[in-house]
């Protein structure tokens, strides 16, 4: 295919996607999203409780107030990641009317894992019956795992090696909550970030074909900054730390990471869109989410309008890999994506990692249209006679 023997245009650590002179993208299309969240909600005022914040000094409303989360949900002792995962998959493959044969390749992407070996995406993979020659994996990037996965999926996708990639999330993070905070000065650099953590899983179907509604891929970005890497963390599980208890749970200096998303994210924002073209004013945009107040700074620092964000932080809180994949399902159910023809998927996570996925609105319809007109551009020049012809003629 075309694709297979153009580059696309890389500028550093961004793809933009081309277009085929022929009017034919080789695409890959976002045709569906949808998630799952458990049943148990949990307030922050339960939160504050469970973890003593008033012996600290701290006003009940505390955590609500400077976090902006009023609830999230907490998994049911048999919901791991893999069945947080599976349920959502298995959701979207339903509202797709998708065979699950069709399914080409399989990445679960999560922060939490069901055990160290096998791959969690077996489970899902089991659980879901899809066929034995599917490519399945996992993708680990913290929070960006499920961006990650979708840049991974883009590029299976366009070298023609599968048709359709589905995404599949689950992340049971309420296990590394650490509640019982002694003091002020370890909560803001140990255990704040914890105590936004939710429960959730989300899937997306990646895919080579256009359908009647769907967002094509047509920008991915990323960068790393390694050396900031203990800024957020959680030390069990492996070598280094392999049976501690107390190193199962999710510590970080809330301040510091902020701060490195501010110098960071807002600058990968205006590359995406300067290299786009796109206007900012009249992009939505989906952004990883751990606190509204850091959310308000970025986009303030980005000339983004509050109304622009899809946010669902406050019902939910940090569902780490899964908020990305699970907004962009909501956006389709309140209807952020027929509002906004053009996305971004913003991720910051632990590292620090950043990445960028642009989303441009698709139809059949507009691919047809665009194809008409350049047929008539073509028909027109092919109708008009050339230079060297009307030369000849003109001497004869």
């Not at 695409?27 to 458990?38: E, H, L, Q, R, S």
């Not at 066929?131 to 499920?146: G, M, Q, T």
């Not at 908020?323 to 962009?328: Q, Y």
Request: glycine fraction near 8%; proline fraction near 4%.
């Amino acid at each position: 295919m075309w694709w297979m023997k153009k580059k696309s245009p890389v500028n550093g650590n961004s793809v933009v996607s081309p277009r085929d002179p022929s009017g034919e993208r080789p695409g890959c299309f976002m045709i569906g999203a949808d998630y799952y969240v458990p049943d148990h909600v949990v307030s922050s005022a339960e939160i504050e409780r469970r973890a003593g914040l008033s012996k600290l000094g701290l006003r009940e409303g505390t955590l609500e107030a400077g976090t902006g989360i009023k609830t999230r949900r907490f998994a049911a002792p048999d919901e791991h990641p893999s069945t947080l995962a599976t349920t959502a998959a298995q959701r979207l493959l339903d509202r797709l009317g998708m065979d699950k044969s069709d399914v080409g390749a399989l990445l679960f992407a999560a922060n939490t894992l069901d055990e160290i070996e096998p791959i969690t995406a077996m489970r899902v993979h089991e659980s879901l019956g899809l066929r034995k020659d599917v490519f399945v994996a996992d993708v680990r990037d913290a929070c960006n795992s499920a961006l990650k996965a979708m840049i991974l999926a883009s590029g299976l996708i366009r070298s023609g090696m599968v048709p359709n990639v589905l995404v599949a999330v689950g992340e049971r993070l309420h296990d590394g909550i650490f509640l019982d905070v002694q003091s002020k000065g370890e909560l803001m650099t140990r255990y704040l970030s914890g105590l936004t953590l939710g429960d959730a899983g989300a899937a997306v179907m990646l895919s080579a074909q256009r359908t009647s509604r769907c967002y094509e891929v047509v920008h991915q970005s990323w960068e790393v900054d390694s050396s900031k890497r203990d800024l957020a963390k959680i030390e069990g599980g492996g070598t280094r730390w392999l049976s501690d208890p107390s190193k199962f749970y999710f510590i970080s200096n809330a301040k510091k990471l902020c701060q490195v998303a501010l110098e960071k994210l807002p600058a990968m924002i205006r590359k995406a869109t300067g290299e786009l073209g796109w206007d900012i004013s009249s992009t939505g945009v989906i952004p990883h989410q751990v606190s509204k107040g850091v959310i308000t700074k970025i986009a303030k620092i980005s000339g983004i309008p509050f109304k622009n964000l899809m946010i669902t932080l406050d019902r939910f809180g940090n569902t780490g890999a899964a908020t990305i994949p699970m907004a962009l399902a909501l956006a389709f159910e309140n209807g952020f994506a027929t509002t906004f023809r053009r996305i971004l998927l913003v991720g910051g996570a632990a590292g620090f990692s950043g990445a960028v996925l642009a989303l441009e609105f698709s139809s059949i319809l507009d691919c047809l249209s665009s194809q008409l007109e350049q047929f008539s551009e073509r028909f027109q020049q092919a109708a008009q006679p050339s230079e060297a012809s009307l030369s000849a003629a003109l001497q004869n």
